[in-house]
């Protein structure tokens, strides 16, 4: 389990008043107990989710604000921090009535004339149909979702406020449909696995993120390129050993086509924006389109990898580096992380 | 193509004044290397371990606008490479199963490495330091080697795995291919995967930005996130340079062509070509052939449920496998079928003076006329279609268009490039009608040949045994023939070439007479040779055909058809080798080589039109003319009636003839 993934659980236990259900399975999941079938059934979940603001480190010391969602009933400004972004992952389960209640405390637009930024939150989850609700959240203000999370996979939710400059500025992460099935991805044995890892990725230009209302989009020129909201050396690794079933939770909450290159296996492509392939594939450079999910396994060899560090997973388009050149953290950094024991 | 055409220019100016010049090194190719499609390294192999000598160098790549780019690149170690900077790495080939060792020495001013993503199989690495994603080479001569078993086939990228944000878009990366179990002929263990061997090719993209490149020659500042890739190759070159032979010494550093070439696919000629696909750069790349579709069979070296496309996107670091085969699923041709609606008036049809290759048909297979302003042939009716990412910002190079990251696939006629003849010469008779063109096209117009005639001035006695006649020109100079005056056949068997003759009178079942001043006398044979230009020197597998036949009347439109005593045709070609154009010269000159079996010589042709295929009797070379006679052929039709019963005069039409030949 990845050390991502126990401090999912650990912010997920702030919800344990209105989750415990689903707090439960989480915390066995994190634990590596095998959750039996039974576990999991159909219940009304609430989740609460507050749009805020704040700022993170980058590997070059670089401080960047951003907005993102976190995951809390005590919705405030100045809440995303480097221990908190992009948020852990939502997890449900399949047959789950979700409500979900955004709260925005986004600093106010301060230049409302400028409209369109006006800093409402537009909550969607692409692939999961919902009643949009009257209103989105303007700043101040809550707003619930509530749908029922019939198909099991891997989804991002995000805001669409702003035109697109929310969600660059963070507001996206990862939701998680999990099948009736433990320890499978989906309705199907062939997507079973042992270990999975939730893979957000995501870019940053931090002169956008220094001035998200007025910073002419034509010159957006990404310098951060992150797994999870971390640049290597800060990405969390992926624990797993030799034989074990990897599941890949691919979420691309950046604004490229993204391709990551694994070597030493091929992970075995069975989803897309959380349905399964008709024919799955095996590949080891797999581009994921912006905005899209996708669902690999990838199975440990028993061998030993390239590198000391564990089995090499990065981004092949070279987004290996860290803000401009020169500087001591520029590469090697970016979208770079292992498999590991 | 102006750069193109510059470099041929400075191809000549070299010609002309190589005494002076150094010549030019280029990256030495396998001995026996084609010059078009895939050229792999072999490596050395001892019982199932295959070994590559690799060094990671420097060098420089020319760009089509007279640019040079500093690399980072593989060089093949061993002979014939010896380290000769290349761009981009030799094509590592191995079979499945095989230990493959690869060696590395790296000559560069930091620590260097290759990983091999798809290689599901442990890596091992001796010697070298480890390094963050494998162990590395030190920098300045460090050396490190890896070893893995080939397990599985297949197309596989294999690229630096150190500073990769510099050393990949410096250039370090090349191609492995992993051929199965099954055979040379099949990309992987399936049966569904077979291809003709002798149409492998391999597309390997990349993009480059020049100033990055200048920033790592220079010690500047290499900053990834300033990236503005100027120019996008396959196979390290940009268009037009792409549809270069393998090897060209215009490309010192880039030995790897990327025209495809393909035939019409046909009940006997049915297997399809392979394109291996690798996308060594960073951005996507949406690949798109003209023309038919491509069967996507494979993905980063593991089959995919097979999918069609004329537009697929190849991502980065991604590789992909396509079948790729080209139905002419209407067999157009302008005699049997026709396009459905004329072809556009020439006039209608911008044609770039000078610039534009063009078969002058529409028809895949068949060469015409060019419309005016058209002044270079294609070589042989063939098509040319794009095959190029169709982000048409990378069909550019340097923001100029088009270039960049595009190549042709080329469409031979089905079986291969043919010629038709663009001349034709009488070496024995007279024109009766037609031209040359007439056997340009299986049809009903035809270059018909009349026996050559002259006169006796004076009266002929029956038992006379030598005649003068008016003139010999056209009758042959040397051996015995027979000619005809009035009923009679007589043979000639002295005075050959000259005016009097040494006669046998009453000859093949006729009575010798006497005949009056003024009689007609007609050779009972005649030749004529159509030369063919334009045949690229190293064709292989030159094949002769030639559709004609022999009509019993020397006037009038119509074929007389003669029922019985049919004249005796001889196709011949030129050895140029014998005596050059003069030992093809006349009907009897040295030269000229009988066509062997099948189907045997003569053949008994009369009407209608007869139609025979030779191949040649030994390599084609000889028989491509060099020098002055550079890319002709010549073939030589000879008909004779000269059996009994008293034969007569008659008329030789040629409706057709052709060469067919593999370019090389």
């Not at chain 1, 449909?177 to 270990?195: H, W």
Request: with cysteine.
């Amino acid at each position: 389990m990845s050390t991502y993934e126990q401090k999912g659980s650990l912010a997920m236990r702030a919800l344990a008043l209105k989750k415990t259900r689903a707090l439960l399975v989480l915390a066995m999941a994190s634990a590596g107990f095998a959750v039996t079938s039974s576990t999991a059934s159909a219940a009304p979940v609430a989740i609460d989710l507050c749009a805020s603001n704040g700022q993170i480190t980058m590997p070059d010391t670089t401080v960047v604000p951003v907005w993102g969602f976190v995951q809390t009933a005590s919705c405030a400004a100045n809440l995303v921090n480097d221990t908190n972004f992009p948020g852990a992952p939502l997890v449900v389960n399949e047959g789950d009535v979700v409500t979900i209640n955004v709260t925005n405390a986004l600093p106010p637009d301060p230049a409302p004339a400028t409209d369109p930024p006006d800093h409402t939150v537009r909550f969607e989850i692409p692939g999961i149909t919902f009643d949009p609700g009257g209103t989105d959240a303007a700043v101040g203000a809550t707003v619930s979702r509530t749908f029922t999370a019939s198909a099991p996979g891997t989804y991002e939710f995000q805001s669409a406020g702003d035109a697109g400059r929310q969600e660059a500025m963070g507001l996206y992460g990862a939701l998680i449909v999990r099948s009736a099935t433990a320890n499978q991805a989906y309705d199907v044995p062939s997507t079973g696995y042992d270990v999975e890892a939730t893979l957000v990725l995501s870019a940053i230009d931090p002169n956008f993120n220094a001035a998200p209302d007025t910073f002419d989009l034509h010159g957006y020129r990404a310098t951060y390129w992150l797994i999870n909201g971390k640049a290597y050396p800060d990405t969390a690794g992926i624990v797993a050993t030799a034989g074990q079933r990897v599941l890949l939770r691919y979420v691309n909450g950046g604004f490229d086509n993204t391709t990551m290159l694994l070597l030493g296996m091929h992970e075995r492509v069975l989803a897309r924006d959380a349905r399964l392939l008709n024919n799955p594939f095996d590949a080891d450079a797999e581009t994921l389109p912006a905005g899209a999910t996708e669902d690999a396994i990838a199975t440990v060899p028993s061998t030993a990898p390239p590198s000391t560090s564990g089995f090499p997973l990065y981004n092949r388009q070279l987004h290996v580096t860290n803000g401009t050149a020169p500087n001591p953290a520029y590469a090697p950094g970016g979208m770079l992380t292992f498999i590991h024991p | 193509m102006t750069q193109r055409t510059r470099r041929l220019g400075l191809v000549a100016a070299l010609a002309a004044g190589s005494a002076l010049l150094v010549p030019v090194h280029a990256a030495a190719l396998p001995v026996g290397a084609a010059k078009i499609g895939m050229i792999c390294t072999p490596g050395a192999l001892a019982g199932t371990t295959r070994t590559f000598n690799l060094v990671a160098n420097t060098g420089y790549i020319e760009t089509p606008d007279g640019n040079s780019v500093f690399m980072w690149s593989y060089a093949n170690a061993d002979t014939p490479d010896n380290g000769h900077f290349q761009s981009p790495g030799p094509v590592l080939c191995a079979n499945q199963n095989e230990t493959v060792v690869v060696n590395l020495t790296n000559t560069l001013p930091e620590p260097s490495s290759i990983v091999f993503p798809g290689q599901d199989a442990q890596v091992t690495a001796t010697g070298g330091a480890a390094g963050l994603l494998t162990t590395e080479a030190a920098a300045t001569g460090g050396t490190v080697s890896y070893s893995f078993l080939a397990g599985n086939a297949g197309t596989y990228l294999y690229e630096s795995g150190s500073d990769v944000s510099k050393q990949v878009e410096m250039g370090l990366y090349g191609a492995l291919v992993v051929r199965p179990s099954t055979g040379a002929n099949f990309a992987y263990d399936s049966t569904a995967t077979q291809f003709d061997p002798s149409r492998e090719y391999l597309l390997l993209l990349n993009e480059i930005d020049p100033d990055l490149h200048h920033a790592v020659e220079t010690g500047g500042t290499y900053d990834l996130n300033a990236l503005h890739n100027r120019y996008f190759a396959i196979n390290g070159r940009e268009f037009p340079d792409t549809v270069q032979d393998n090897g060209s010494l215009l490309l010192p550093n880039q030995p790897y062509g990327a025209l495809v070439r393909i035939q019409p696919n046909t009940p006997t000629n049915n297997q399809p070509a392979l394109l291996r696909m690798i996308n060594a750069g960073v951005d996507n790349h949406p690949f798109h052939p003209h023309g038919n579709h491509t069967r996507e069979i494979a993905q980063d070296g593991r089959l995919v449920a097979s999918t069609e496309h004329f537009g697929e996107t190849i991502g980065s670091g991604q590789t992909l496998d396509y079948l790729l085969r080209w139905d002419d699923q209407d067999n157009w041709n302008p005699n049997g079928n026709p396009l459905p609606v004329a072809p556009p008036n020439y006039r209608n049809v911008f044609f770039k003076d000078g610039n534009t290759y063009y078969s002058g048909s529409p028809y895949l297979g068949y060469s015409g006329t060019l419309p005016t302003g058209t002044v270079s042939q294609n070589v042989c009716g063939e098509w040319y279609f794009p095959l190029h990412s169709h982000a048409l910002n990378e069909f550019t190079n340097f923001d100029q268009g088009f270039g960049g990251m595009g190549t042709l696939l080329r469409v031979d006629p089905a079986g291969g490039c043919f010629a038709s003849a663009t001349s034709a010469a009488i070496v024995g008779g007279t024109l009766k009608s037609g031209s040359v063109t007439a056997l340009g096209l299986d049809d009903t117009t035809y270059y018909q040949v009349n026996p050559k005639t002259t006169t006796r001035t004076s009266t002929t006695t029956a038992g006379q045994t030598t005649i003068t006649v008016a003139s010999a020109a056209g009758f042959p100079t040397a051996g015995s023939y027979y000619v005809r005056i009035d009923n009679e056949v007589m043979s000639v068997t002295g005075g050959q070439g000259t005016t009097t003759w040494t006669v046998l009178r009453g000859q093949l079942g006729s009575a010798a007479a006497t005949h009056a001043a003024g009689a007609t006398v007609t050779a009972l044979a005649n030749d004529w040779y159509a030369g063919f230009s334009g045949a690229p020197v190293g064709a292989q597998n030159l094949k002769v055909t030639y559709k004609g036949q022999n009509c019993g009347n020397t006037t009038g439109t119509s074929c007389t058809a003669m029922p019985t005593n049919l004249p005796q045709q001889t196709v011949k070609i030129c050895n140029w080798t014998v005596a050059g154009a003069a030992g093809c010269s006349t009907s009897t000159s040295a030269g000229w080589v009988t066509l062997p079996a099948p189907p045997a010589q003569p053949q008994s042709v009369g009407s209608p039109d007869a139609t025979s295929t030779w191949t040649l009797p030994g390599l084609a070379n000889a028989y491509i003319g060099t020098g002055a006679n550079n890319g002709q052929v010549r073939v030589l039709v000879h008909t004779q009636r000269w059996t009994a019963p008293s034969p007569t005069a008659f008329s030789t039409w040629g409706n057709f003839m052709k060469i067919v030949y593999d370019a090389p």
